[in-house]
């Protein structure tokens, strides 16, 4: 079965504590995203990479860090420097970076600090 | 600016028709997408349409997009119980390569 898939989903953290979500796609897409989604809230990006050994800030990159060692994973980490890192992160793929090409998610990783 | 805005609910009889309306201001949107998300899940995309296009229809599901108002739709027929969700509007923006901007999503609440 091709797809996207992330793990863990639920994941608990003590504050202080680095954390990091995985991501991996068996669809041989080039691009890759990390969203995060709050209550209420739509989707913020985080972080894209089009391509490996590649990867830009998105519009809340403060207190994240990614990589992109291989085509098919995208892991996230949420360092301590992330104010308010509770919330449901999203990781998605599309074939190209190219606008208009469709971006298909995961199921997601439901993060909360204690 | 990019931004897209959504009500936050809609209530519909079951059987009835919904329709769950979103408005975009950024000009150069090149593809307007609908994503729908059960609870605890991702996202599943259920449709989307070009920006040079008025209107799609997929099955039960009808998009609408008034290019000069900015206005995009999603109609679901005879809808079900199993369309309960938070339905997502987003754009991608023209020449952009960074993801797409998300409406903060419809609550679709189905009355028996």
């Known amino acids: 079965d091709g797809g996207i898939t992330q793990s863990p989903k639920y994941l608990f953290r003590k504050e202080g504590q680095n954390v990091t979500l995985s991501c991996e796609q068996n669809l041989n897409h080039d691009a890759m995203y990390w969203y995060r989604q709050d209550p209420g809230q739509g989707l913020r990006l985080i972080y894209y990479s089009q391509i490996v050994n590649d990867f830009q800030k998105g519009d809340i990159a403060e207190g994240y860090s990614v990589s992109r060692e291989k085509k098919e994973s995208f892991p996230l980490t949420v360092t301590s420097a992330q104010k308010n890192p509770t919330a449901f992160y999203l990781c998605a793929s599309s074939i190209t970076p190219s606008r208009g090409d469709t971006q298909y998610f995961g199921p997601g990783t439901r993060l909360t600090v204690l | 600016g990019e931004d897209v805005e959504q009500s936050l609910f809609l209530s519909v009889r079951e059987g009835d028709s919904s329709v769950i309306n979103c408005t975009y201001t950024?000009?150069?949107?090149?593809?307007l997408y609908w994503y729908k998300q059960e609870p605890g899940a991702g996202l599943q995309l259920l449709t989307y349409?070009?920006?040079?296009?008025d209107m799609k229809q997929d099955q039960r599901l009808t998009v609408l997009l008034n290019k000069k108002d900015k206005h995009l739709s999603l109609r679901i027929a005879d809808t079900q119980t199993g369309d309960s969700a938070i339905y997502f509007c987003a754009e991608s923006i023209e020449g952009g390569a960074d993801g797409l901007t998300f409406g903060k999503g419809t609550h679709l609440i189905i009355q028996p």
């Open positions: 950024d000009s150069s949107s090149t593809y």
């Open positions: 349409i070009f920006s040079n296009m």
